[in-house]
């Protein structure tokens, strides 16, 4: 599955103040990237059903996301006093040596004067949702199950119209509450501290194949909601729901799609971006209209959602397919080549190749210049084998012009050459 799933929903909003001063945004940029790579990493454990490995990158990439909304500025004062903070711990350690040294004590008196009467005992799960308020004295682990249930009630007991489908089909969704909240980790990076019941249970049960179940939850969700970003949310999530209902991966490692799904998640993306709009979801509903071969509108949405973030590879890739598929190849070849020099992730590679591969399965013998597309994005990864298929498929279509042959034919030779010198 490539870059542009649905399921890689935007990281957190740039609402904040632009940075001015350099240094701020190149701490910012190394965030996003360290994030970006956890998030991917997350990706590839989920689709391995390496759950909890999945749910500990995505929590990661959320934190750095999170950290990158900072401003810059404060995140290099910080690293200023670093060294101050360091030297205050070394004369910590340095006096509780002297005082281990010279006046030995018996050990449970040592633990309290080493802090150990203080150590945090809350769980991992806890520990993850404080808010940061000080709770003197509370050394009680609580468990996902405990946190779900208070979860519930503190809904119940002030918004409660955040909470979908009162009664009737709640004791379904309660029993699989740890299956939903592992299944909501794959949002990525709108994973934070202000859950949203509808948003939790319609990912969930999403995900864990209850198409019908997770529409009517973000039907109702919607239904008793006014807040924009929380509108935005919920179409969103009733757009991935579509999307995965029409999605067919096959044997082969490629996707087929049905396309009265995929007309649903459109017009469902097309609500999001009106309360919220944000870059990724832009460049899910550029891929929607990719899909319906409605190339003007892909384009459009595409390039909106580039403007909005130029970091989104996966989207530079779909709008290489939209030039394809209209047979802008010079368009097309200058986009594929600045995503190679951009060197993104062997992920958004491997997506932009099986996009390339459903094109020409789709259009046995009429999109020959995917053939070059795909030797290009597989040199680049290294795959010489798949590269030189792919450059001979091209040589051999009678549909190219001279100057792209030639083009193939001293990619083969340079990879030939570079076999040699290995």
Partial sequence: MSEHDPRN??????SDPTPRDPAE??????????????????????????????????????RMWALARVTGRLVARRLMHLRAALALLLTVAVVYAAVFTFFPRAPFELFLLSGGGTF??????????DNGRPQPGDTHKMGMREWWEHFRRSLEGGDGGQVAGRGEGRPGIDRHWEELLRRYGRWGPFFNYELDYNVIAGYGLSRMGDYSRAVDVFQRGIEHTSEPAKLADLYQGLANAHYYQGYRLQPDG?????????????????????Y??????????????????DYARSERYSRR?????????????????????????????????????RNPSSDVFAGGINDLREVVRDHPGRKPYAYLMIGMLALKE????????????????????????????????????SEVER
């Fill in 276 to 293: 919220q709009p944000r870059p990724v979801s832009y460049g899910n509903l550029g891929w929607m209209y990719f899909l319906l071969g």
């Fill in 9 to 14: 929903t935007p990281r957190p909003d740039d």
């Fill in 25 to 62: 945004i190149a701490v910012r940029r190394e965030l996003s990237r360290h994030a970006l790579l956890h998030y991917q990493r997350g990706n590839r454990f989920y689709d391995s059903a390496a759950w909890d490995r999945a749910l500990h990158e995505w929590r990661s990439a959320s």
């Fill in 120 to 129: 945090d005992t809350r769980s991992w799960w806890e520990r993850f949702l």
């Fill in 305 to 341: 959602a580039l403007q909005m973030d130029a970091s989104l590879e996966y989207v530079r890739l779909n709008l290489g397919l939209t030039y394809l598929m209209q047979n802008q190849i010079y368009d097309a070849f200058d986009v594929y080549r600045s995503v190679i020099r």
């Fill in 382 to 417: 290294g795959d010489y084998t798949q590269a030189r298929d792919a450059l001979s498929r091209f040589n051999a279509s009678p549909l190219v012009s001279q100057t792209w042959r030639d083009l193939a034919r001293r990619l083969l030779r340079d990879m030939d050459a």
């Fill in 254 to 274: 490629l996707a087929k799609y049905d396309l009265y799904y995929v007309r649903k998640s459109t017009e469902a993306y097309e609500k999001s971006v009106h």
